[in-house]
């Protein structure tokens, strides 16, 4: 599994980081979405401090059977080596159209269930990573987030768990689908952030995670922890084309993606006041009496 951390520098310890997962692009496919998904590239573009993950299948290509098929298959090495070198053109051009205006606020690419193998066992989604400088994530990653202020304090630190969700079950209805992403996400991980893609389902929440405060006053604190499914860009069903979802009855996919909006804010603290108060500061003085930082979790669908 890979571990990587991150360093985003706010302007002051208030304002917004914003995360966006995208994956299961499917862009070889005929319901292939090419203008959300320029719509969501150009919102990871545009956006200030915001940051983009790939959680797999930006192509159809293979799915895991078929490639193991091809792979014990050894008597026609030059159709493999053909193949090879159509995926390769292939994948130079989805780094420059879609990539590489991005790769600056791109944290790496997962591997999905849908990938080609070239025969030196590199895969294309390895092969996007070298073109766009970032780190391959494999199925899964484990990413440490800082938000710090220019000053080099911190402001709060965030555990992300991410994978590309192919583990299998529970994704018939929607409550299952919830339901297995919290149990392999939220059972066993202590992270902030579960993303997953691979059922193209689109849907973001946090729910409060209690705990005990680390220093200071005994006291109870909340914290949220948000799971994410990261949708997907390409249709099950299309007019005059089978496609693999009505061949399977499965359901209609949810098109477009999450944001994840971390926003950090102070509140008011009525105590600090009245003790400012009472220490002789005025009442312009004690207004700016406030809570230490704390921040939320916001959805966009």
């Not at 766009?132 to 899964?140: D, I, M, T």
Request: glycine share 10%.
């Amino acid at each position: 599994m890979k571990l990587l951390e991150h360093r985003i520098v706010l302007p002051s310890h208030t304002g917004t980081v914003t995360l966006i997962p995208f994956g299961c692009v499917h862009a070889d496919d005929e319901g292939f979405d090419e203008d959300r998904f320029e719509e969501c590239l150009t919102a990871i573009a545009t956006t200030p401090h915001c940051y983009a993950i790939g959680l797999g299948d930006y192509k159809s290509f293979a799915r895991t059977h078929y490639r193991n098929h091809i792979r014990a298959y050894r008597a026609d090495e030059d159709s493999q080596r053909d193949m090879d070198n159509l995926v390769e053109a292939e994948a130079h051009k989805f780094y420059t159209k879609y990539l590489k205006r991005i790769q600056g606020k791109l944290w790496g690419l997962a591997e999905g269930n849908h990938h080609w193998q070239f025969q030196n066992g590199t895969t294309d989604t390895q092969l996007l990573c070298k073109l766009a400088g970032v780190p391959y994530l494999e199925k899964g990653s484990l990413h440490r987030l800082a938000v710090i202020r220019p000053d080099g304090r911190s402001i709060k630190s965030f555990k992300i768990l991410v994978h590309h969700g192919d583990w299998g079950g529970g994704a018939q209805t929607i409550g299952g689908d919830v339901n297995s992403l919290v149990a392999r996400g939220g059972a066993a991980w202590d992270v902030d952030v579960v993303i997953a893609g691979h059922t193209h389902r689109k849907f973001g929440y946090a729910e409060p995670i209690l705990t005990l405060s680390d220093h200071g006053a005994l006291k109870v604190v909340e914290r949220p922890k948000a799971f994410i499914r990261a949708g997907c860009f390409t249709k099950g069903y299309l007019e005059g084309c089978v496609t693999y979802a009505e061949r399977r009855l499965m359901k209609p996919t949810t098109l477009g993606y999450v944001t994840l909006r971390i926003e950090f804010f102070r509140r008011f603290d009525k105590a600090k006041y009245l003790a400012k108060r009472q220490r002789g500061k005025s009442a312009d003085a004690a207004r700016n009496a406030q809570h230490p930082v704390e921040y939320r979790f916001g959805f966009e669908q």
